[in-house]
């Protein structure tokens, strides 16, 4: 049941143009939905993305703004879908990289699952910070500074990760929690 708790905030989900693992996407999608506030699917390309479960294509979704187009101040929070392939796009487009980065320096609620960690070491955003993601990644996340932890859902700061779908409803409660209270 939609309520308007978030109502009046919008929430960025940036992806690449495929490889998002839709639940990941659609859940927190919805969460945020039904607390009131407003989703809009970024990407570094116009028209739409291709989502899947696991390795099968999905669903499409069409984005709303392009990454050159997207500035940190008409968003209140981030949300970084996982999937393999979509982080790792991502983490290789310098405009993405430094939405996440701006994202992280504004303070603002930043909630990635799964391999989306990939983008918050890219843009050096786990220096220091305690997380967790896709069990694969941890060594990744400690070169670059960060401490790995094999637990549901981790708040460091405005940073709320999670390591896989099973995670999902903890995660989209921590996060729209973090939006009722940014």
């Known amino acids: 049941m939609a309520n308007d708790t978030l109502k009046g905030r919008t929430v960025a989900f940036l992806v690449a143009s ?10 927190p999608w919805k969460a945020v939905q039904e607390a009131g506030a407003t989703p809009r699917l970024v990407s570094p ?3 739409s993305v291709q989502a899947f479960h696991h390795l099968e294509a999905a669903d499409t979704f069409d984005v709303d703004v392009t ?4 500035s940190v101040e008409e968003f209140d929070a981030l949300v970084l879908p996982g999937g393999v392939a979509n982080p790792d796009a991502l983490r290789t487009d310098d405009a993405a990289v430094a939405l996440v980065r701006d994202f992280m ?6 909630a990635a699952i799964c391999h989306a960690a990939w983008s918050l070491v890219e ?6 910070k305690r997380l ?12 670059a500074g960060g ?8 708040v460091d700061g405005n940073l709320i990760t999670s390591r896989n779908p099973d995670d999902l409803p903890a995660f989209t409660k921590t996060l729209v929690d973090a939006l009722a209270g940014a």
């Open 18 to 27: 495929e490889g998002i693992e839709q639940v990941e996407l659609t859940e």
């Open 45 to 47: 390309e116009p028209g």
């Open 67 to 70: 990454v050159g187009d997207a």
């Open 105 to 110: 320096s504004a303070g603002k609620p930043v």
């Open 123 to 128: 843009a050096d955003c786990v220096r220091g």
């Open 132 to 143: 967790t993601s896709w069990p694969s990644l941890q060594t990744d996340i400690r070169n």
């Open 147 to 154: 401490t790995w932890v094999d637990e549901e859902v981790v």
